[in-house]
């Protein structure tokens, strides 16, 4: 399988107060493959949240080198200008945060289909697109109502839709199920776990919790900055 994602010797640090700077990741290395399902495990404090923000282009590291590869294209992301990096986010990579991120004056349908008209598609085709991914998210029967009238669960599964809206190579996940009692947690992990075959992602999922970790192939223990652990599962 080819490498997906490439960070070699990734430091970042946070100016806490004046010039007080707490360093975070200390000259990490991860390497992700495409299709791997990957959870970045620890407790919290130790970079996960930050590793997947980078990832992500999110935010960009102080020192050391990103590389991503979407449609066979390589993508040097620590030295590319905003520009690009926000077309790679929305057309590469979809996003599952720990508190939804819903727009609450939206409905599911219109929060959904965000992402795709930012993009520019045709609003009626991200509007059959975003149906048939609320309707495979078991959601069909929300499509119309806002974040405030969804429960946790359903407001996550509608976070999950609008993450595959555009075609993501690689989704990822911080804390997915962190805001979710223990019958929707395994509700959303196997449903993550369910599209990712389906759909062919590559997944990432930040996480302190042992059950989800669980859901993946790969588990990276994280700890002072850096992966100490990398146990690919059978």
């Given at each position: 399988?080819?490498?997906i ?12 107060s ?25 407790p ?51 996003f ?21 008209l ?14 048939m ?10 499509l ?32 997915p ?44 223990t ?13």
């Amino acid at each position: 399988m080819n490498m997906i994602i490439n960070a070699n010797n990734i430091v970042k640090s946070f100016q806490i107060s004046g010039q007080l700077k707490t360093l975070v990741l200390k000259g990490l290395d991860f390497q992700v493959q495409n299709g791997d399902f990957v959870s970045l495990v620890g407790p919290s404090g130790v970079g996960k949240s930050t590793l997947l923000y980078l990832l992500g282009t999110l935010d960009l590291p102080d020192s050391g080198d990103i590389t991503i590869e979407t449609n066979d294209k390589i993508h040097r992301i620590t030295e590319m200008p905003d520009s690009e990096l926000a077309k790679i986010r929305n057309n590469a990579l979809g996003f599952v945060f720990q508190f939804h991120q819903l727009l609450p004056e939206f409905t599911a349908l219109e929060n959904v289909i965000m992402p795709a008209l930012i993009q520019g598609k045709p609003k009626r085709d991200a509007i059959e697109k975003a149906k048939m991914l609320v309707e495979r998210v078991g959601m069909s029967h929300r499509l119309n109502h806002k974040p405030l009238e969804l429960s946790g669960g359903e407001q996550q599964r509608i976070a999950i839709a609008r993450s595959l809206i555009n075609n993501p190579q690689i989704i990822l996940a911080d804390e997915p199920t962190g805001n979710l009692d223990a019958a929707n947690s395994r509700q959303v992990l196997e449903l993550i776990s369910e599209l990712r075959n389906e759909f062919n992602l590559t997944c990432i999922v930040a996480t302190h919790s042992t059950e989800v970790a669980n859901y993946s192939d790969r588990i990276c223990t994280m700890s002072d900055g850096k992966i100490v652990t990398d146990i690919k599962k059978n």
